[in-house]
């Protein structure tokens, strides 16, 4: 169904979350190193998570091993920086929604290769700095989710 991509996620509980949120939305993880933290068996076990399956996620090396192992995707990048709302744009199955490390968010190097009707915002009191990383990939996911008559859904 949908894509999501970690940039460099630097706290485990978060991403532990997150793939909980695509075992349960039939999703698929994309990860790219370097992580702030080691994703091992006993590092899912620990976490609960003991029941996904490895192919719910796959791992890069970097950015650069990310776009040359995804061609042709429909990306869309999260971040406080960006102009649109989430709820204003149309969303498809197999599109890609990526998400900065925890503490920066999305680098302006990447920002910056994102078409600008694609950088998207979760909107939020003034003088806030930032939603949680795992309940922003919740909003996101369930809104193109909602977009799609809940396509795979019981």
Not at 67 to 88: D, R
Request: aromatic share 12%; charged share 20%; glycine share 6%.
């Amino acid at each position: 169904m949908f894509n999501i991509v970690l940039y460099e996620p630097e706290i485990p509980p978060n991403t532990g979350n997150i793939i909980r949120l695509c075992s349960n939305s039939n999703c698929k993880l994309h990860l790219v190193k370097p992580l702030g933290f080691e994703l091992s068996e006993k590092t899912l076990r620990r976490a609960g998570l003991d029941y996904i399956k490895h192919e719910l996620f796959v791992i890069y090396e970097n950015y650069s091993d990310f776009l040359s192992k995804n061609k042709n995707i429909n990306l869309f990048g999260i971040s406080t920086k960006g102009k649109n709302y989430y709820h204003s744009v149309s969303f498809k199955p197999d599109d890609f929604f990526m998400f900065g490390p925890e503490t920066r968010g999305l680098p302006d190097a990447i920002r910056n290769q994102i078409e600008p009707n694609h950088l998207l915002r979760v909107p939020m009191a003034e003088n806030s700095r930032s939603i949680n990383l795992a309940n922003t990939v919740s909003i996101i996911l369930y809104e193109a989710w909602r977009q799609n008559n809940f396509l795979g859904s019981i």
